[in-house]
């Protein structure tokens, strides 16, 4: 683990797996249970790094697959990575590339040495590997990598999981092999599609290569969620105590908090961003959906409850209009409160995980984490 | 003139029929000659209140028409008016209508008593006359409100201008007749197309009437400039040295310079504002076309002379990514500069009228301000 790079657990909670910690990076500490905007292109869409912070965000994540095709790492690196680029001096987590080739390329074509797919921006055609994944992450400067693996389908057969498995594993060998940058750290990430012990296996794998923090990956996308959380169950015991744990592209409040009490400590998801634009708000007195007619004289702020910047100086009634009108300050103030929303939801937790009452919290709450 | 509104006059330059001056309104005083950046929709696009004012914007136009059709002038009058309504407590001025009516509704019928026209929207009957014109304008509680006219096109016969003036002239009258909110100043707008002795008469008689401000209207929709400026040049001396004078709708840097040069104090476009949507940068060193590949990797900041927020913070290879990856943050941060960069020019023709210096300030920059 490198000497800018560390992970302190403060507690454990004595209900449940609730974990209570800080990561600590070269761009500022983090404290977790934490949950990361995501900022695809450089962006998290919307929002200025000054908005981010305003309303609680301590670490984003940023996606490899899109800045490879565009501008390219290269341009970043040059105008001094990642950070200096798009003006965020806080902690930054870059996924590997692997899960936006699959998901944005139907016909990527999967070898040994590494993915051929084309560029869902031109068609171009384009290689993204192991070490290209590391190189392009070290370009970018981001303070946590991740290896570049194969997500599988929950729906694969035992067969080409466990194959598909242990290419992932090799990869994420010469991932590790081919990471040189001090400043940044690496995550593994555990595959295995529905499997147990394939997930086992990975895991072991992965903590035989040894790295800095471990991904539950190939999750929340699509399976039931019953399944997802058995999953998570099962593993959370198995995975190092002092190292944080990441659970990608995690999710809604209520699979959040069921996260946490399980164990983990990382989570992003583009929910709260995309909804937003999409005019759904989450709100401590449920879902609201700025669109409908009911709110066009409502003169009352969004979420009573709320000290985000769209709360304190707007009314639904306004919220409708800019939305009903498709002016883009509308996707704005949407997405200050999604954000706010998330970020205060993980600080109710973490003020629960240290008074120990995170399950009764929990317990009494279920409904209106099931926005 | 309503107590809470003065025009003062501080000063007229030497060498130029530039004049300095301050409008004091019930929301803040606001120096001139200003910019005023273009709300439409009850928002400055992509902007917040606060972006606006940290860039010095100290009044903004809104459009009665559009916020008539959408969310109507009952919604906003129902909020608090239409400071509250977009959280924006600095002085508002809105136009009659009138002049969107006819640009987006090619089929809008004009009688003596009043214009029928579709909704752009969803193409609903619409009526708009003078009296409803200042209902709308009131129950929005706009600073300035201005009379309903029918915008001339320049391209119209000596014969329909004329009558179209004198019923401009009525209509007038019935805006004056049924204006009674205090709080409220009304401006007259001076019509009579191309043709010097019916802008003369129009100017007369909106005299007669009475006004706390002289707008001139009917201009940059598409005349030569030559013919914009000598109206302008042949009414400026016509017009009462104590009343604040606006031309609409103008327009690019040099037009406001001349503007100014020619005894004007108001102006108001969206060139600043729609420019920096489509990536068209003012800048102290020329345009900026920011999706030119030029600037790829580019770390230069847009305007190396600018303190605005944009310049502060980011590089030119940021913001020609944002743009071509269509990310919302680049229509944020060019808005920003755009309009900084405008109120930056007004600030500096003060600056110069102060000293005296306003003309020989323009021949010297003719070129800087020919973006």
Redesign the interface.
Known sequence: MSKKFGFELIKTAHDSRARLGTITTKHGTIETPVFMPVGT???V????PEELKEHDTSIILSNTY?LFL??GSK?IK???GLHK???WDGPILTDSGGFQIFSLNKIAKIKEEGVYFNSHINGSKQFLSPEISMEIQQDLGSDIAMVLDEPVSPLSSYEYTKKSNEMSLRWARRCKDSHHDENQVLFGIIQGGMFKDLRKQSLESLLEIGFDGFAIGGLSVGEPKDLMFELIEYLSPLLPKEKPRYVMGVGKPLDIIKGVLNGIDMFDCVIPTRYARNGTLFTSVGKVVIKNEKY??D?SKLDPNCLC?TCR???R??L???F??Q???S??LNTIHNIFFYNSIMKKIREEIKKDSLLDFYERNVKAFSV
Do not use: C, D, W
């Not at 869409?45 to 200025?48: E, H, R, S, V």
């Open positions: 292109q450089a962006t869409k919307t929002l200025t899109h565009r501008p341009v040059n105008i001094g680029f798009m003006h066009t004289n003169a910047y100086h707007y009314s009634a306004y409708r209009h800019l009903k009108a002016e883009i300050l996707l704005r």
